[in-house]
DNA sequence: TTAATTTCTTGCCATATGACAAGATTTATT
DNA sequence: AATAAATCTTGTCATATGGCAAGAAATTAA
């Protein structure tokens, strides 16, 4: 987590074009860009070849966001999205009342992105949240689409973070309705101690459907 | 709405094999075939072209599924995903004291299929049931699989469907938490007439997360 | 047509959770 | 360090929804 004298989001490039050529002092400095690239944990498990790294990691950008700034908010429309290396995010919608209510919780390693808005190019209905400073790796929708369709591998790898997401939501969806708010909590503790230990109850009572009020007595009963 | 007589689901194949080749009689029958076919109304919205619609209309085959039919069960893992032409049908899962939990319920136009079994190739959770005799449109995986990755509109187009499907789930989720019960089934009842009116009360309750109770009482009170 | 299922409604009571508000505690700001 | 702000806990009471069970209504099977 960054802190304090961070540079801000407008500072931060990286100047990757520099290492796309030839010689082999540059192959030697892309392959030491590669290893020590925060990416390439999220790039490993798929088919990606080293030479195809070469060609997406120069397309994310390193950018830092300080507590409280937004990444998105309702009514743009989303044209790039963003992996989080470190730091925690929250999405939320506007309920007809005017509450807010937490749609997504995110820290290290997750995807940031409101498919909805970047594939039909519609204003999003979320509003994204940096709740502690945060380093963000960004990617612009065109390199995006345009590494979609000329890279088979990175195709399958993006259709499986986009079928996960929507895995991870029908399985949270379900549980909200089987489970009851006391098993939703315990879930979450065990699947994102993170999030659990760093992001305020009220966001998370919110997650999980229910008012922080209630959250807070069934952190009691299970301390009990 | 197929009923009585119709033909078992083994027995329906579509002949089409026979139309892809290049006299003009041919391309008379290929032009007709796809206009008249039903998922002309299906892809008709996205930029794919007659050409391309001559290649993919032959893959998908017409089935007809008989009312408590499964077309797929806990356990199996899906190779191939429907359109559903005609009849309602849901899915539900099986919570940890064995209700049924109703996931989606799904009627003509909609795509039936299990992102994260057929594309990660693990069991499914779910269990896929016709509600009524059915007509549906199907698709072996290879065959999509193939199409999504030569065919860039197909691609898109099927993109679409993905994020589409994504976007519903979300929006459900959210007025799940943020709408109570009355306002969900009022919903509904307004974006999806045909379920409201055809689908036994109990499975509706479930997908809205409440008991057939609650509904009949919810019923009770809109009408007065 | 009659019987058997399935579906839907309704009553009674229990309970999980919400709404509101007051304090306590922690964190941020000056 | 002092003050302010945000966060978390806890009490009281209200209410939406659930659990169960009985009966009515509709659909299906014999």
């Known amino acids: 987590m960054v802190k304090g004298t961070a540079p801000s989001r407008h500072d ?89 209510i937490t749609v997504n919780l995110y820290a290290s390693g997750d995807v940031v992105i409101d498919y909805s808005s970047m594939f039909f190019f519609l204003p999003t209905r979320e509003n994204i949240q940096v709740l502690t400073d945060c380093v963000c790796w960004e990617i612009a929708f065109e390199d995006f689409h345009e590494m979609f369709h000329s890279i088979p591998n990175y195709r399958e790898q993006q259709k499986g973070l986009l079928v996960g997401s929507y895995y991870t939501l029908k399985e949270h969806y379900i549980s909200s309705i089987a489970d ?21 109850l009220k966001y998370i009572a919110s997650f999980l459907g229910i008012t922080d009020t209630s959250l807070s007595r069934i952190r009691k009963e299970i301390s009990n």
Chains 1, 2 share one sequence.
């Open 180 to 200: 009851e708010a006391k098993d939703r909590y315990i879930k979450l503790v065990k699947e994102k101690p993170a999030i659990a230990q760093n992001v305020p």
């Open 12 to 100: 931060v490039r990286c100047k990757c074009q520099d290492h796309r050529n030839k010689s082999n002092q540059k192959n030697k400095q892309m392959q030491d860009y590669i290893d020590k690239h925060f990416l390439n944990i999220v790039f490993k498990s798929s088919e990606i070849s080293k030479d195809e790294l070469s060609l997406i990691l120069p397309k994310y950008k390193r950018v830092v966001y300080q507590k409280n700034d937004y990444l998105l908010a309702e009514g743009q429309i989303e044209t790039k999205y963003w992996f989080v290396e470190s730091g925690f995010i929250r999405s939320y919608v506007m309920d007809t009342e005017g509450n807010e």
